[in-house]
């Protein structure tokens, strides 16, 4: 499975933030299989933001503020994140990633085991 970040390295504060993961090699439909996206601040660590599963359903983290939705098209098989609102904390690298989760949901960054490369967004004016 391959995963691949798309969408723009700037955006302004209080702007929406829009990120899409497209994947190859694997379907998100594909049963017990988690799309997720986490995060990397500047000088922090990563954080897990949120999943969509292969059923539709969606997790996410209680501990993030700005108002989050992970949706998906399946035609193109991708998979999008959405943060409204943005403050410039907000700032990071943004991964999209892949786990199995035949189980409970895997709710965790660690938890998953097939990685796009990242992508830098920033949040200035």
């Known amino acids: 499975v391959q995963l691949e970040e798309s969408g723009p390295g700037l955006v302004k504060p209080a702007q929406t933030l829009s990120l899409t993961c497209t994947v190859s090699?694997?379907?998100?439909?594909?049963?017990?299989?988690?799309w997720s996206w986490t995060r990397q601040p500047p000088g922090k660590g990563l954080e897990w933001m949120g999943a969509?599963?292969?059923?539709?359903?969606?997790y996410y983290s209680p501990s993030l503020k700005s108002p989050t939705s992970i949706s998906r098209d399946t035609s193109k098989n991708q998979f999008t994140l959405q943060l409204s609102s943005v403050p410039p904390e907000d700032t990071a690298v943004y991964y999209c990633?892949?786990?199995?989760?035949?189980?409970?949901?895997?709710?965790?960054?660690?938890?998953?085991?097939?990685w796009g490369q990242g992508t830098q967004v920033t949040v200035s004016s």
């Open positions: 990633a892949a786990g199995y989760g035949p189980g409970t949901p895997p709710l965790k960054w660690d938890e998953y085991d097939y």
């Open positions: 969509r599963a292969y059923s539709g359903s969606t």
């Open positions: 090699g694997g379907s998100i439909t594909t049963k017990y299989y988690y």
